[in-house]
């Protein structure tokens, strides 16, 4: 079993920024490709960003390129999303994921409970 816990989520103006945090644990947490998602009201969950173990392979989502950024501390177990330059659109439940390749939402294996991205306009 994989535990996902996030944090970091809140209320931010248009142009803002956040970090969110994914801490995992469990032993077999290093067999997995980390992500996020996120769900707005009304909306499908959507794959944001992914990263692979070791961290040399990333992939995101058309919407957010370039403007988040995914990374790992393997040390901490910990995965982290920035977020820079939101917008209203942005503004969902983010989940932490882990699963295997091709990280969609029928791959992942395991989630976290989800934290609120608010934007304001």
């Known amino acids: 079993q994989v535990q996902l816990v996030e944090s970091g989520g809140g209320l931010v103006q248009a142009g803002g920024s956040l970090r969110l945090s994914c801490a995992a644990s469990?032993?077999?947490?290093?067999?997995?490709?980390m992500g996020w998602f996120r769900q707005a009201p009304g909306k499908e969950r959507e794959f944001v960003a992914g990263?692979?173990?070791?961290?040399?392979?990333?992939s995101y989502a058309d919407s957010v390129k370039g403007r988040f950024t995914i990374s790992r501390d393997n040390a901490k177990n910990t995965v982290f999303l920035i977020m820079n330059s939101l917008n209203p659109e942005d503004t969902a439940v983010y989940y932490c994921?882990?699963?295997?390749?091709?990280?969609?939402?029928?791959?992942?294996?395991?989630w976290g409970q989800g934290t609120q991205v608010t934007v304001s306009s």
């Open positions: 994921a882990a699963g295997i390749v091709p990280l969609s939402a029928r791959n992942v294996k395991f």
């Open positions: 990263i692979a173990w070791s961290g040399s392979t990333t």
């Open positions: 469990g032993r077999t947490f290093y067999r997995y490709r």
